[in-house]
Structure formats: structure tokens, C-alpha cells
């Protein structure tokens, strides 16, 4: 089958179309006919060997689509039915058919389309999964360092929907986006802890998806060193008192982000689709940050 990858550790000239034989789904996995399948920047990363894949790999670690056939032992889902979810090893979801861990995998929703669906495991699974984490009571105020990626805009929804008060720190051409989903937006650079300050007052948690030197910027912020998360640099983090998420990647987040998306409490903020044919072009546009918001490749009927 055809999918799009690339063929060695490198930039983006080492990206190639591969052909590749249909994938037999294991225990735990599922084969997945994929309708759309989620850009990230974790794939230009694992292209340039930050996960310690060497390549060939196909790219692509987030998918929806249709059960063609169920791994060993796999229960719970059937040939035909709509589903979305997470590959293994993060790779092979920029495909006709993909691997679908089963047990990171959920039933899409009629209310859900498979563009937005598609995009749910990495972004909105980690927003989820960071808001779990911290188990902020009511009315506490969040700082989200970097709001406006994927991860920081799904965050911003699911912290307000939860009662949360959320300041986010973005370039200008982000705040509106943070403030229409209920974020009081803060300007990067020389000042920001001032400017945080001026509309926070005392902030109770931060979650940073920027590290270097952002990250220690506002590292004293929270009284509380368990407060202070980061997922873009795990190791300043620790030295500076602070944690990395505790991830859950378990079917019971995918439903529960589902229902959120059909209700209208989350918006996955898909601005860009591109067919599997530009694939280059759709990660080109994550690699050098020019995307709105989230990038999905339209591989068949998304």
C-alpha cells in the first residue's frame, strides 16, 4: 500500500513516499482503514530522530477510521465500526490502513466527524491528561505556558469548562483564539511575569508546553513545586522542582473527549486538511509554526 514516511534520520529531504504491505494487527491492535489521520510536531521530531526511530517509518501517530480486522484476544470492537485513536511506537497513521492500539482506541461518536476525531489522542489526550494531573479545585487560576499549539488551546477549554481561571501565554496572533475559548491571553517576552501578575495575581499551577528558559521564567510562580508541569522539557523541570504529566492513554480518555467534542465543550480547532496526496505540505506547515490550529490529512472519506 502507499503511505508517506521517511527513509532515514534527517530534515524534511529525507521524507518519501514508501510502499509498504498491509500491517497485521497483534494483540492489542486493530487494523484501521484510515479516513483522516492528525499532524503533529512529534512527527517532524521522530523524522529527525528526537524518539530514536531511525527509519524507513510511515509517519503519523493519530488516526480515524473504519475496524477491518481485530488483533488476537481484541474484544470490545468489531469489523466496520467507526473508531479513532493512537498507533504504536507513534508511527504508520499516514496510510491507507493503519495499527490502532485497541486499548487507546474508541467508538467515534456520529456527532464527532473523523477529521475532528483523528486529532483527539495527542493534543487533546495530553490537555486531558495534564488537567487530570494537577486535580485543581475550583476557581484556582492555571497558567498555560505556550496556549496556543494544539495542546494549549485544548487545555484552555477543558480548564475552563472545569472552573478554572486560565492565563496563557502566546504570541499576539493567538489571543484572540485564547480568549474566545475563555483564556485571559499574555504576551511573550521581556515582562511576562510582570504582565501574568497584572491579570493572574497569585497563580496556582503551571503547565508548560515551551521549556528553556520560558520555562524557568515562570517556574516560581505556583507555591507548590507539584504544580509546576512540563511536557516540552522534561529534565529542566525536575531540576527545578517540578514533574512531567502522568500520562493516561487508555480507551476511557478517547470516550470521554469524544463526548466532550459532541456536547460542544471542546472544540479540536481543525483549521487545515490537506489529501494524503500533500502530506508533505501539512507537515511542513506544523514544522515551521505557521499552523492555526490543528492539521488533518483527508486520506479517504474524512
Same mark, same amino acid.
Given at each position: 500500500m502507499r503511505a508517506y514516511g521517511?527513509?532515514?534520520?534527517?530534515?524534511?529531504?529525507?521524507? %518519501?513516499?514508501?510502499?509498504?504491505? =498491509?500491517?497485521?494487527?497483534?494483540?492489542?491492535? &486493530?487494523? *484501521?482503514?484510515?479516513?483522516? /489521520?492528525?499532524?503533529?510536531?512529534?512527527?517532524?521530531?521522530l523524522r529527525e530522530g528526537g524518539y530514536g526511530t531511525v527509519g524507513p517509518a510511515v509517519l503519523g501517530r493519530e488516526v480515524a477510521g473504519i475496524v477491518?480486522?481485530?488483533g488476537p484476544g481484541v474484544g470490545g470492537f468489531s469489523p466496520g465500526e467507526e473508531v479513532f485513536g493512537g498507533c504504536p511506537g507513534m508511527v504508520g497513521g499516514w496510510a491507507e490502513y493503519a495499527i490502532v492500539t485497541a486499548s487507546f482506541a %474508541?467508538?467515534?461518536?456520529?456527532? =464527532?466527524?473523523?477529521?475532528?476525531?483523528?486529532? &483527539?489522542? *495527542?493534543?487533546?489526550?495530553? /490537555?486531558?491528561?495534564?488537567?487530570?494531573?494537577?486535580?485543581?479545585?475550583?476557581?484556582a487560576t492555571l497558567l498555560v505556558n505556550g496556549a496556543g499549539g494544539?495542546?494549549?488551546?485544548?487545555?484552555?477549554q477543558l480548564a475552563v469548562a472545569a472552573g478554572l481561571r486560565v492565563i496563557g501565554t502566546a504570541s499576539p496572533a493567538k489571543h484572540d483564539l485564547i480568549a474566545s475559548f475563555?483564556?485571559?491571553?499574555?504576551?511573550?517576552?521581556?515582562?511576562?511575569?510582570?504582565?501574568?501578575?497584572?491579570?493572574?495575581?497569585?497563580?496556582?499551577?503551571?503547565?508548560d508546553l515551551v521549556g528553556g528558559d520560558a520555562?524557568?521564567?515562570?517556574?516560581?510562580?505556583?507555591?507548590?513545586?507539584?504544580?509546576?508541569?512540563?511536557?516540552?522539557?522534561?529534565?529542566?523541570v525536575k531540576r527545578l522542582g517540578?514533574?512531567?504529566?502522568?500520562r493516561d492513554r487508555s480507551s476511557g480518555v478517547l470516550r470521554r473527549l469524544a463526548g466532550l467534542v459532541a456536547d460542544g465543550t471542546l472544540c479540536p480547532h481543525v483549521t487545515d486538511v490537506y489529501p494524503?496526496?500533500?502530506?508533505?505540505?501539512?507537515?511542513?506547515?506544523?514544522?515551521?509554526?505557521?499552523?492555526?490550529?490543528?492539521?488533518?490529512?483527508?486520506v479517504w472519506g474524512g
Open positions: 521517511f527513509v532515514e534520520v534527517g530534515g524534511p529531504e529525507k521524507q %518519501a513516499w514508501l510502499d509498504v504491505p =498491509v500491517p497485521v494487527p497483534g494483540p492489542d491492535e &486493530l487494523l *484501521v482503514r484510515v479516513r483522516s /489521520a492528525g499532524v503533529n510536531p512529534g512527527d517532524w521530531r477491518e480486522s481485530c %474508541a467508538h467515534r461518536p456520529p456527532a =464527532v466527524s473523523a477529521h475532528d476525531a483523528a486529532v &483527539l489522542p *495527542v493534543a487533546a489526550g495530553t /490537555a486531558f491528561d495534564a488537567l487530570t494531573d494537577l486535580a485543581l479545585p475550583r476557581g494544539g495542546v494549549g488551546v485544548a487545555l484552555v475563555g483564556g485571559i491571553p499574555v504576551a511573550y517576552g521581556e515582562g511576562v511575569l510582570g504582565r501574568i501578575r497584572e491579570v493572574g495575581g497569585e497563580i496556582d499551577a503551571v503547565f520555562l524557568r521564567t515562570v517556574a516560581t510562580l505556583p507555591r507548590d513545586p507539584e504544580l509546576l508541569m512540563s511536557v516540552a522539557d522534561k529534565e529542566l517540578g514533574r512531567e504529566i502522568v494524503l496526496a500533500n502530506a508533505a505540505e501539512a507537515l511542513a506547515l506544523v514544522e515551521d509554526g505557521h499552523a492555526a490550529g490543528k492539521v488533518v490529512i483527508d
